[in-house]
């Protein structure tokens, strides 16, 4: 090959690598708009289960019984530095969970280092060929790893301004992590002014306003009024619409919104006539998109989201708010701040609608025998002995191997315990069920715990309960 036919093929090749960059960039939106990434989610999870368990942060009784606010300041100096977000390799078959952030643009304004404006779950089961979204109220009281009580949304500004490895993106993914009990293990955090940008550049968007509401782009004395029905928003206004927190239930009525915007702008991405547009304008779309735009995928994940993305049908993706009076009662922080105080129990049964694979159990399955669905999981079991009867560990031990569980050794608990508990660390849901009507454990005595290097799927905490009381020959 001569050195002119040589330039020519490198200069073709870096227009096909800039065109398969700005078709990456525009997938990465429909992967987004849809659900994707981490690895291996709870499947199947069953409704004993109870949320993560938070110090000082007890669920609310069906009885109406008042809400200890957990104690602590939103700023301290953290405990140990976190790990770097390094997304594990994906098969392309797994459940897989992204945590989408769009940051706040009145703290970008204030030249101040930004917290999270918007905080959204995005899942998809490629097996199933279903998506979720779960959207979290920024203000929502939680415990951050490292720090203390403070609002979900300073998650990650604390990873920034204290240089933590992974900065903001890992602390704000791994506060939701322990908070839902849910793996994730890709991040996006999205300048929202991208979004407006490619909505422009799509000739607007059709989307169906719900109520009618005034919403006020970016700029002096313009004002609008938008009304119920499917109209053609600018980039502009979809931005504002979706940032709107001025109706009656503020941002809670704002997360639906935002889920709006997202999936239409999925369905006009997938409309036959969108995608010659999209070749067309390809070079404009990754300059405005790209920059816009900070994650851990890479191009292969997202080409492989997008692809299974654009496969779910609309009936398939199951949408969720964190909203009050269900999930969350809105309260005062220690200090003054308006908050939301997550009802535990409610927001697990939220969480699992949304990430629980098929459809209701049938009348088949649950005709099964308890023990042989718990014997075909083969969950890998430890015992701690939380009483001080010796040995009540190894008795216990041998009782549920006489069984067929798979129970891998005993420890002894680090404190005594009055009740028998289950710490689930990941999804098995059948062992969980039937070792909890064995023991009588209740759901208040059932915990998910995120803790990857475990080495267990369900820890069995002995109690005194047990020890006073049990079946065991």
Do not use: C
Not at 6 to 16: N, Q
Not at 195 to 222: H, M, Q, S, T, Y
Not at 349 to 374: E, H, M, S, W, Y
């Amino acid at each position: 090959m001569s050195r002119s036919q040589t330039r020519m093929a490198r200069r073709r090749s870096a227009r096909l690598d800039n065109l398969t960059l700005a078709l990456m960039a525009a997938f990465v939106v429909l992967a987004l708009a849809t659900a994707v990434i981490a690895f291996i989610i709870v499947r199947n999870l069953v409704s004993s289960w109870t949320m993560t368990s938070l110090p000082g942060a007890p669920a609310i009784s069906q009885g109406g019984q008042s809400l200890e606010i957990p104690q602590g300041t939103a700023y301290v100096q953290p405990l140990q530095p976190e790990g770097s977000l390094e997304p594990e390799p994906w098969d392309g078959a797994s459940r897989v969970t992204l945590l989408l952030m769009g940051l706040d643009y009145r703290d970008w304004e204030a030249g101040e280092t930004p917290r999270t404006d918007t905080m959204m779950l995005l899942t998809l089961d490629p097996l199933s060929n279903t998506a979720g979204m779960l959207s979290i109220p920024r203000d929502m009281w939680v415990n951050i790893p490292g720090f203390d009580y403070a609002k979900i949304n300073t998650a990650y500004y604390l990873g920034e301004i204290n240089n933590l490895p992974g900065g903001g993106p890992a602390l704000a993914v791994e506060t939701v992590e322990q908070f839902l009990g849910v793996p994730i293990h890709f991040y996006a955090q999205v300048d929202f002014y991208a979004f407006a940008k490619f909505i422009d550049e799509l000739g607007g968007l059709d989307l169906n306003v719900r109520d009618e509401i005034v919403v006020d782009p970016l700029g002096p004395a313009n004002t609008v009024k938008l009304y119920p029905g499917v109209q053609t928003l600018d980039g502009a206004t979809a931005l504002a619409y979706a940032r709107a927190r001025y109706t009656e239930r503020g941002d809670f009525d704002r997360a639906q919104r935002q889920q709006d915007v997202i999936l239409a702008i999925r369905e006009q991405i997938l409309a036959l006539n969108m995608m010659p547009t999209l070749i067309a304008k390809a070079p404009t779309l990754y300059n405005d998109i790209a920059s816009g735009i900070r994650t851990n995928l890479n191009l292969q994940q997202a080409l492989q989201l997008a692809i299974l993305a654009s496969k779910v049908p609309e009936g398939n993706i199951r949408q969720g708010v964190i909203s009050p009076p269900e999930q969350v009662i809105l309260g005062t922080s220690p200090d003054g701040l308006s908050i939301a105080i997550p009802v535990h129990d409610k927001i697990r049964i939220l969480r699992d609608q949304i990430f629980t694979t098929g459809g209701p159990i049938g009348p088949a399955t649950v005709a099964q025998d308890p023990l042989a669905l718990a014997q075909a999981e083969q969950a890998r079991i430890v015992v701690q002995n939380g009483t001080q009867d010796a040995g009540l560990a190894t008795r216990t031990s041998e009782y549920l191997r006489s069984l067929g569980l798979n129970v891998l050794g005993e420890a002894n608990a680090d404190q005594l315990y009055q009740n028998t508990t289950l710490v689930v660390v990941t999804g098995k849901p059948y062992t969980v069920k039937y070792l909890a009507d064995t023991m009588g454990i209740g759901t208040s005595d059932i915990y998910n715990r995120f803790e990857p290097d475990a080495g267990a799927d369900v820890i069995v905490i002995i109690g005194s309960n047990w020890a006073a009381s049990n079946p065991m020959p």
